[in-house]
């Protein structure tokens, strides 16, 4: 297969083009600019988003697309830093509109990044894939506008891989969130009861896949486990699997000071079930968290 990666550079990208190269299939990746080093290996293309819009035939025959690209919303929410994320999101996912639009050979299917924000947040409802947007903040505000723009992508098949928080040694939040673990410093954030959507990195990759092989699947996608968890009990958890303390609550005052509006991300959470997935027929290898922890700890 020949697969383009918007965004290979980045956390989840690098480990989906492991997994396709393991396969045996040829990557493109789609960056900001090309890599300085000199040796490539043969089943790598490096192209640039300037080149996807100056040469699009090179993209003709796809067997797939995956757009993965956009400022990270763990950033200060300053006015400069909200424009820059909006901005980031309607730049690429419109870059992947002109061009399907410009392509005789089109893929027949574009998996295009998305967030567990799109539903709001709750301590008590559960959300699925069809339950409805709620715009009740930022972050929920982007992905709304996001989701909108990848609307105008046309292909057979759109998938919009609702992200949750992706547990991975190597970026994302996991790093950052383990750390007080390891310095004995860990403790609930908060009240503790907000909810924690999650998904390995192996399972992620292994949806994104799935998704592509799946020709039945379409549309929203949930990319969680199905074992969603509290700020405390993924706490209490990390805890047990690193055999280090959960004493030391953060109290919501102290890290509203700290991060501002960005605290929102650790203070209030989603309950996200991936019931398309498990309707499809789709296996976690990672469903709890236990498992997820101790397989991230033994890397």
Known sequence: MKIAICGGTGFIGQALCKHFISQGHQVMIVTRKQPDHSSKENSITYVTWDDMKSNPGQFEGLDALINLAGASLSQRWTTQGKERIHTSRQKTVSAVADLMNVLEHK??????ASAMAIYGTS???????????????????????WEEAADRIQTDRVVKLRISVVLGNEGGAF????????????????????????????DIVRLIDFCIHHPEI??????????????????????KVYHRPH???????????????????????????????LDHG??????????????????
């Open 123 to 145: 301590e008590d409802k559960t959300f699925d894939e069809l339950s409805p947007p709620r715009v009740m903040d930022f972050p929920s505000e982007v992905v709304s506008m």
């Open 107 to 112: 893929p027949p299917v574009v998996v295009q």
């Open 282 to 299: 789709f296996e976690f290898q990672y469903a709890e968290l236990k498992d997820a922890l101790s397989a991230l700890k033994k890397q």
């Open 247 to 277: 004493w030391f609550p953060v109290p919501s005052f102290l890290l509203k000071g700290v991060l501002g509006e960005l605290s929102m991300i650790l203070l209030e959470g989603q309950r996200i079930l991936p019931v398309k997935a």
């Open 175 to 202: 790093p950052k969130m383990i750390l007080p673990y390891k310095l004995g410093l860990g403790g609930k954030i908060g009240s503790g009861q907000q909810w924690m959507s999650w998904i390995h990195l192996d």
């Open 218 to 239: 379409n549309g929203p996608v949930n990319a969680a486990s199905p074992k969603p968890v509290t700020n405390d009990l993924f706490g209490r958890t990390a805890a």
